[in-house]
């Protein structure tokens, strides 16, 4: 995800949609896509959570630069008016109940100029790959790392484990993070509500087609002119 062919092509995509206008990242992190989008000469404010995150951001830009308001991206308002709302790396789903995901997408909404952008990168739900019975799907299987998803399709809840082998002493270090899948239907559906509509799906930050085999979507919503 930090890699310059990935960044690359994200830091392109979302400064052609913010055009001559304002960007507003929510759960901005470290700024690893605010941080050159403001580079490309887009203006970027950043809403995001964890003031460690936002610390770590900081050590790369000033406030001036890129200015960063501590919140959650579900009810935070910051000042202004922007061309631009983005939502990326899945983080939409750290948002774990629908009622709260609506309202990500009406805070959204809430910052945008008439004919602005909302943008998700989010992974659609691997439940193509559970077969009857099971409720766990591996997505890495290699020398360091062991990643897989545990999916509760009751709850509409995924946990994604890793298990992590240190450098040193060959021990494994467990980590766990807790996510609310949602299909492109659903986020279509709280787009609506939201006052905003569907103007184009694609898999990849390249703009290669969306189809049933994609394992991810960047969605681009607009709200009406
Ligand atoms: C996977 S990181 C993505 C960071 C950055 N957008 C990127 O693409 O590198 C997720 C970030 O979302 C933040 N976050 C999680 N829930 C949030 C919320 N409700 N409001 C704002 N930020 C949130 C976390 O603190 C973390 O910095």
């Not at 579900?74 to 990326?88: C, K, M, Q, R, W």
């Not at 709280?190 to 969306?210: C, K, N, T």
Request: hydrophobic letters at 40%.
């Amino acid at each position: 995800m930090t890699s310059a062919a990935v960044l690359g092509a994200t830091v392109d995509f979302l400064a052609e949609l913010a055009g001559d206008g304002r960007a507003l990242e929510f759960a901005v992190g470290t700024g690893r896509v605010g941080v050159p989008l403001r580079e490309r000469g887009v203006p970027v404010t950043g809403i995001e959570l964890s003031e460690h995150m936002a610390d770590v951001l900081r050590r790369k830009v000033d406030e001036d630069t890129l200015p960063v308001v501590i919140g959650d991206m579900a009810t935070t308002v910051v000042p202004g008016e922007f061309s631009l709302v983005y939502l990326v790396y899945n983080t939409i789903s750290n948002l774990l109940t629908q009622d709260e995901q609506v309202e990500c997408f009406r805070n959204a909404a809430r910052h945008l100029r008439p004919g602005g952008r909302f943008v998700i990168e989010l992974g659609v739900p691997p439940l193509r790959f559970l077969p009857p019975g099971q409720v766990a799907v591996p997505f890495d299987v290699s020398e360091r790392h062991l990643g897989f998803d545990t999916v509760d399709t009751v709850e509409q809840l995924l946990v994604s484990h890793h298990f992590t082998r240190d450098g040193e002493d060959g021990r494994y270090r467990r980590g766990a993070s807790r996510h609310r899948y949602a299909w492109p239907a659903e986020l279509d559906l709280m787009a609506r509500i939201a006052g905003l509509q569907l103007e184009r799906r694609v898999a990849d930050w390249d703009g290669s087609p969306f189809t049933q085999e994609s394992p991810k979507h960047i969605s681009v919503w607009r709200k009406s002119a």
